[in-house]
């Protein structure tokens, strides 16, 4: 009786586990394993980059004629007025500055400006740089060919005089500015303070040799936040070895105006930017002329001539085709009227003109007597690729009917066309500046347009920059509608970085550091 009562008892206990084995086994909630945090790993960030300078010559900005020095030079020395990515002019050293007549200009300096080595920067050192750059062979002479007197008026003010008036000379006080108690008593050109001089920039010189050019923030600089410490800049015998060592990762960031940069440094592994050059091409029409003072011709011509293909067998597509001198990126450009290749436009405006295609040729009775269109166009003999541009012209002129010759003149011969505006149409070009004057185009097209010598004259002397933009607008279309002359091209400009530098980049021909403030590498 015994035995069999705990037997019932194991029993009922047996059935009691698996029931709550059982039980268990249908609600347990799935356990789902704690994932371990993930962790990114923060980037690296290098506050160091290298640069490169082919054909060194000095690092002294106003003795310099490389181009790569002029370039770095930028973040060594500072202007009176700078150029922004859009080639606005702005305040740099000088605080403020005012036209105060055809021919005098006021500017107010900073206050808090120091040199690399904490020396104040004062109106002396910038009067000092005139007079260095008046007597001193520069890249920057020009800019300063004008100016009859620099006057000390304060402490913190100077006059600048001119022999005649400029329009937009502010555009010229771009030069860099050099210390005047650093050279005191040295002779310019060639003393050996030229080896590290001091600026007033972002970085400072710490080391120049044989080796290279080393660079350092600048304790004094008014500003702080400069994200990059070092920079490191390599000497190089040639342009090929510079090209060799940014493919290899020796070097960050190259400039060039080489259309067949590809050939040297290959297609990967780098970053590229692409912007219009200063050397600008167009077509002078002579306003003037019988035929040429309709603008339906001009403007047919403007439609006749096939730009991108000129680019592209010319120039490897890497130019950029321009219809007005501002469209390389500047702020005063307006809006851009539609010139693209379309001979059939072309044909349409001739008619809507009045002129008839007849026995292969453009022509058009007035006042009894029947014109045609046979025009003459003028080349420098001596430079081979306008010349093939020109045959190029021709060729798409004639294929619309209108009858072009090519006169290939001598340098003197070119000169003297251009001079006396003797001809019907010539192939000229500019370097051009940040300054937005367009006098030098209109004149050459020997364009007369009363509305338009009265904003040339109005913009002289505005300083207000919404009726300059309002002034350059109207200018803008004007052309459009007249087409005085047919822009064509401008060069090549740019900029390569590895693919491992980080920050903007900023290009354009004035200055390519203007973002340097936050770059780095990882």
Not at 161 to 169: G, M, V
Not at 200 to 226: M, Q
Not at 411 to 435: H, R, V
């Amino acid at each position: 009786m015994k035995s069999n009562f705990i037997k019932y008892i194991f029993f009922i206990f047996v059935i009691g586990i698996m029931g709550f084995a059982i039980y268990k086994l249908n609600n347990q909630e799935e356990e789902i394993p704690e994932e371990e945090p993930t962790v990114e790993a923060e980037e690296e960030i290098i506050k160091e980059i290298t640069l490169g300078i082919a054909e060194f010559d000095t690092i002294n900005p106003i003795l310099s004629n490389n181009k790569h020095v002029q370039e770095i030079s930028k973040i060594i020395f500072e202007p009176l007025l700078e150029i922004d990515s859009e080639y606005k002019i702005k305040n740099c050293i000088a605080k403020d500055w005012a036209k105060t007549s055809q021919t005098t200009y006021l500017i107010k300096i900073r206050d808090d400006i120091k040199w690399s080595d904490g020396q104040a920067l004062t109106v002396d050192d910038v009067i000092f740089t005139i007079d260095i750059l008046k007597k001193t062979p520069s890249i920057y002479a020009y800019n300063v060919q004008y100016v009859v007197r620099a006057d000390k008026i304060d402490e913190n003010s100077l006059q600048i005089t001119l022999d005649h008036e400029i329009p937009f000379f502010e555009y010229n006080l771009i030069f860099p500015i050099m210390s005047k108690s650093y050279y005191e008593g040295q002779d310019f050109a060639t003393t050996e303070k030229n080896n590290m001089p001091v600026g007033s920039g972002k970085y400072k010189i710490v080391k120049n040799d044989g080796e290279g050019i080393t660079l350092n923030k600048n304790e004094n600089y008014y500003e702080k936040e400069l994200t990059l410490e070092t920079i490191n800049i390599g000497k190089y015998a040639n342009l090929g070895e510079l090209y060799n060592a940014f493919k290899l990762g020796k070097v960050d960031v190259i400039t060039t105006t080489n259309i067949n940069i590809e050939n040297y440094i290959g297609t990967i592994g780098y970053n590229k930017k692409e912007v219009a050059g200063r050397e600008y091409d167009y077509l002078a029409i002579n306003t003037q002329n019988q035929i040429l003072a309709n603008k339906e011709v001009r403007r047919a011509i403007a439609y006749a001539i096939n730009r991108e293909n000129i680019v592209s067998t010319v120039f490897n597509n890497k130019y950029k085709t321009i219809d007005y001198p501002l469209d390389y990126g500047n702020w005063l450009r307006g809006q851009e009227g539609n010139k693209t290749y379309n001979p059939g436009m072309a044909k349409q405006l001739l008619e809507q003109n009045g002129w008839t295609f007849k026995n292969n040729r453009w022509q058009k009775v007035e006042n009894y007597s029947t014109k045609t269109i046979n025009l003459k166009l003028v080349v420098q003999a001596t430079n081979q690729t306008r010349v093939t541009v020109a045959e190029m012209i021709k060729a798409n002129l004639e294929e619309i009917g209108i009858r072009v010759s090519i006169v290939k003149a001598s340098d003197s011969q070119y000169q003297n066309y251009l001079q006396n505006k003797n001809y019907d149409m010539i192939l000229t070009g500019t370097t051009e500046s940040a300054n937005p004057s367009l006098e030098t185009y209109f004149t050459a097209s020997n364009y007369n347009n009363e509305e338009v010598n009265s904003i040339l004259n109005e913009i002289r002397n505005i300083t207000d920059e919404n009726l300059l933009k309002e002034k350059y607008t109207r200018l803008r279309q004007i052309f459009n509608e007249e087409q005085p002359f047919v822009g064509l091209y401008s060069s090549y400009y740019a900029v390569m970085s590895n693919w491992n530098l980080k920050g903007n980049v900023e290009a354009n021909w004035y200055n390519i550091f203007m973002d340097i403030n936050n770059w780095y590498k990882n």
